[in-house]
DNA sequence: GAGCGCATGTAAGCTGTTACATGATTCT
DNA sequence: AGAATCATGTAACAGCTTACATGCGCTC
């Protein structure tokens, strides 16, 4: 269902586009916030299709298919927002990795921590390299921020428990 | 594999237990870390079993079987722990729907922003009345720390968004 | 004409959810 | 005796990943 909405919403968003052009939208904007490949958005399209949801604006070369979201697939995704509780769902390695570190000696649990941290840097720098300038509204600025403010709060809270396990040794 | 790793920590950690015991130690002290029920926990178990990860102690009453982790399957444990560079998959209802604010008018995105911060403080206060008294181990800790830190973050965030908003209208 | 990026798809397999099904034990 | 809780499972489906497959159009 959250695949669909947040297709709905590229295309209210940005206007009409192909899969591919879909598929790049959620690489360059969305992946902080939902992850798919294009071999599972060209499948859920098709359906989306067949449920009145979008519907294809034009053909073009190579079989590109542009699609367009209709007033039906508007009053969906509205709806969705408006009543839809969200599922707070965890499913993090990271967090399963902090969860498991005290079966760890101390020494290997630093390492473990660390590559965590890493791992929280990288995604920082990647999110402080958004929004990507051609982006012209200020949609998806509030996602934006959460995600800055989550990880910072993950790196410092990698950097209090290095800090901890260290006094240890 | 991760659910794998997460019922070869809690055996490895509190000691051999029946399925049932993991569904609710799963739901008592791992759920905001990562998610199971009973109907995957179960089959996963004899997988397990048959991969040599654990092995049943013991059979009680009414088919209760007790399970022990192997030396096998502490040494595949430590070796995720240690290797596996972990994931950073996001699907996040609250932050796709934070993505998609914009689409709605001021006043419908601040009754959304109001559910989402109410979501973040349901779970804070869930996440307070952690560790169950009866955890003696300090196991689990660093883990429940970062949800705590990342969901009050996600509170100051939803509190800053309102704001704005509001002093839009 | 060779190679690269564009563009679309299928299929197999794994992971996770929901609904259904069953029976034993304990408590009132 | 009836209800709640313990305890284990299956089956169907939905969601997601990985690998495979194909062919167009542009540039060098």
Redesign the pocket.
Known sequence: ???RMALLGLLEAKGPA????L?KSFERSLNHVW??????I??E??KMDSDGLIAVQSE??????IYVITEDGKGRLHAWLRDHEPAI?I?SDIALQAFLLPLLETAQAIDVLERIRRSFEERLSVLECFPDPESKSDFGRFALKLGLAQTRTGLAWADECLAELRSRL
């Open positions: 269902m959250s695949l192909s899969g591919y052009d598929a992850q798919a490949g294009h071999t599972q060209y499948p399209l098709v073009g070369a190579r079989g590109r298919k769902t499913r």
